[in-house]
Nanobody
Framework: QVEVVESGGGLVQAGGSLRLSCAAS????????IGWFRQAPGKEREGVSC????????VYAESVKGRFIISRDNAKNTVYLQMDNLKPDDTGIYYC????????????????????WGQGTQVTVSP
């Protein structure tokens, strides 16, 4: 069964860092595009970053470019989101999602491209 579980969220002051993990099970994550999305209170879920299969092409939302880095560890079947210089606007629930199409690439941060979702991890950035 395809499953992803997020971890690593928490409370941090502005300017701080967190590293989120997306642990995959039931499939080889390096054969699929993995995306990170977030949802702030009262707002729609938005794309943050994604990494494609195999070659690992990456895409970032403009709001996080230069501050967040997405990567994968194939041996651990895990995708990470390193978040530096965090801002209060980064607060929200962060979700990991999988495009279950084998060989899927990361091209657009569209929710509809991803069909398996984790439960999310809370990130709170205080001023």
């Amino acid at each position: 069964q395809v499953e992803v579980v997020e971890s690593g969220g928490g409370l941090v002051q502005a300017g701080g860092s967190l590293r989120l993990s997306c642990a995959a099970s039931g499939f080889s994550s390096n054969e699929h595009s993995i995306g990170w999305f977030r949802q702030a209170p009262g707002k729609e879920r938005e794309g943050v970053s994604c990494i494609g299969s195999r070659g690992g092409r990456t895409v970032y939302a403009e709001s996080v470019k230069g501050r967040f880095i997405i990567s994968r560890d194939n041996a651990k079947n895990t995708v990470y989101l390193q978040m530096d210089n965090l801002k209060p606007d980064d607060t929200g629930i962060y979700y990991c999602a999988v495009d279950t199409l084998i060989g899927s690439e990361c091209t657009y941060l569209y929710r509809v491209l991803y069909d398996r979702w984790g439960q999310g991890t809370q990130v709170t950035v205080s001023p």
